[in-house]
């Protein structure tokens, strides 16, 4: 009597091995199928190809070459499809969500051709007013006229004899300044080491009377009883005035108002006080220009001598000031108006967009004004005078502001961006 077996490998053994047959039969009929599946859209794309090639249109619009199958626009299936299609809408998808495109907007063809009219509008003003500061014989052949508006600003505060009216002539007694020497005569010690110091140079070359940092300056010397300047050789002098060592207390609290002034009844002079920082230009000692060799600080304080002055600079700021204003108003005319019940951080985005979009046509309009300005010292045949400092400062403001926001962070901007479009999707499924 044989013994009973607590398992029967053999019968577990050969029951296991029915089922790897039946499969591998089942999977041998799979890879069968699936072959002349691949074989079936081989042949297809090739009819597709012949079709293509027959209508003669480019095949490489609708073909990847790389893998040799239909391009998933088409709903055709083969062996590589479904990787690629996910390969392909993975890129797609951070493409959406990276891009920085739409969040600078661009400007319609009328933003774009107001914003050149209201720049050409900048150079005719700055043709027909601005001009040079006063009549002059340039290079002793060329006459040309100076500007009606600076002319008039000239008239301001001076009487018919032109003298100082009595305002002026009151700040001018009673704002006396130590640092505001007009020859060396006042620095007998020094008066061989300042080179180009003179009346109508002084100012220019004295830092107390610059309207930007002045303040600074005017201050430091009233308070030490010296003047700073820096001559014509681009030397810098912090020159004692003896006569003024002993500063009196009264004066040092009320330095600033007598300062200002000081600046006040200079400004309606004859030579006037120079543009904001133009002083410092003579720091510029290279350059080989004209007839004379003049380097660049020689050219900017003969600028000076000639008119170029802080009145002759309110009138070049005329040209971007109306450029800023017409830009500004066509903007207001033509923004959108909000809607009232969109969420707080859509009308911050639409807020941002319309303000690089006001940005985005007032530098075009500066663009365009900075090279009709190009064209005018061209037209003056090189005159320096022609510049229009005031519109070039405001250019290379605007140039820097565009900068900015070409490298602004953006994280905020694609979240809101992303979010709205997520909702606008979600709109379009069907519920």
Not at 27 to 46: A, D, G, T, W
Not at 160 to 165: F, P, R, S, T
Not at 167 to 193: G, H, M, R, W
Not at 324 to 351: A, D, H, Q, R, V
Request: aromatic share 10%.
């Amino acid at each position: 009597m044989s013994k009973k077996k607590i398992i029967d490998f053999n019968e577990e053994l050969s029951s296991i091995q029915d089922s790897i047959s039946s499969i591998s039969s089942d999977s041998f009929y799979v890879n069968r199928m699936n072959q002349e599946n691949v074989e079936e859209i081989e042949r297809l794309e090739k009819e597709i190809s012949n079709l293509f090639s027959k209508s003669n249109l480019q095949q490489d619009e609708i073909f990847n070459g790389k893998i040799n199958h239909i391009d998933s626009n088409l709903s055709m299936y083969s062996k590589e499809y479904f990787k690629n299609i996910s390969d392909e809408l993975e890129k797609q998808l951070l493409n959406d969500v990276n891009n920085r495109a739409d969040l600078i907007p661009s400007l319609t063809k009328i933003d774009i051709t107001i914003s050149v009219v209201i720049g050409l509008v900048g150079v005719i003003v700055d043709l027909f007013l601005v001009k040079v500061p006063k009549d002059i014989n340039y290079l002793k052949k060329y006459q040309q006229g100076g500007s009606p508006f600076t002319e008039w600003l000239r008239t301001l505060g001076i009487d018919e004899n032109g003298k100082l009216n009595d305002f002026f002539q009151i700040l001018e007694e009673k704002c006396k300044v130590n640092f505001d020497a007009s020859t060396t005569k006042a620095f007998p010690d020094y008066a061989n080491q300042v080179i180009g110091f003179y009346p109508k140079t002084h100012r220019m070359m004295n830092l107390g009377h610059d309207p930007l940092f002045g303040l600074i300056f005017g201050l430091i010397d009233m308070f030490n009883g010296r003047t700073t300047l820096i001559d014509s050789k681009g030397i810098i002098h912090c020159i004692p005035i003896e006569k003024y060592q002993d500063f009196p207390m009264d004066n040092k609290i009320f330095a600033p108002l007598i300062w200002l002034g000081h600046i006040l009844s200079d400004v309606c002079t004859r030579m006037g006080i120079p543009i904001p920082g133009w002083g410092v230009t003579q720091l510029l000692q290279f350059g080989n220009y004209g007839e004379n060799s003049r380097t660049v600080a020689d050219i900017t304080r003969w600028m000076y001598v000639e008119g170029y002055d802080i009145r002759h600079f309110l009138t070049m700021g005329t040209v971007p000031a109306v450029i800023e204003m017409c830009t500004k108003m066509y903007f207001k005319f033509t923004l959108s108006k909000e809607e009232f019940l969109s969420p707080i951080y859509i009308k911050e985005l639409k807020s941002i967009q319309n303000n690089i979009r006001l940005e985005k046509m007032i530098f075009i309009a500066h663009s365009v004004a900075v090279s009709g300005n190009i064209g005018k010292i061209m037209m003056y045949h090189g005159n320096p005078l022609a510049l229009n400092f005031s519109e070039w400062l405001v250019f290379v403001k605007q140039s820097v502001q565009m900068l900015l926001i070409q490298s602004r962070d953006v994280t905020g901007e694609k979240i809101v961006r992303n979010r709205s479009r997520i909702d606008e999707e979600w709109k379009k499924l069907p519920l």
